[in-house]
């Protein structure tokens, strides 16, 4: 038979915190479909071979031309 034994409420919760603190979250929620890529950006590395190749690509597009409007207004 099995001993069983009583727990104060601060054991209780102590052993509580210790779960919580050992245990990671597996599921996380998000409130838009922004906020997830968001987060998925900021956690996710870029390779270095595509960031150099994304900074080649970024350096061989041209300024985009000022519309006439904003020429002719000095904008």
Do not use: C, N
Not at 17 to 46: G, I, K, N, W, Y
Not at 49 to 75: D, K
Request: proline share 7%; charged share 25%.
């Amino acid at each position: 038979m099995k001993r069983q034994t009583k727990l104060t409420s601060l054991e209780h919760e102590q052993q509580g915190l210790a779960r919580q603190q050992t245990q990671q979250p597996s599921a996380r929620e998000f409130a838009s479909a922004e906020e997830m890529l968001r987060h998925d950006a900021l956690h996710t590395p870029v390779p270095p071979a595509i960031g150099q190749r994304l900074q080649e690509s970024l350096g061989q597009l041209r300024t985009p031309v000022r519309s006439w409007w904003r020429r002719w207004l000095g904008q």
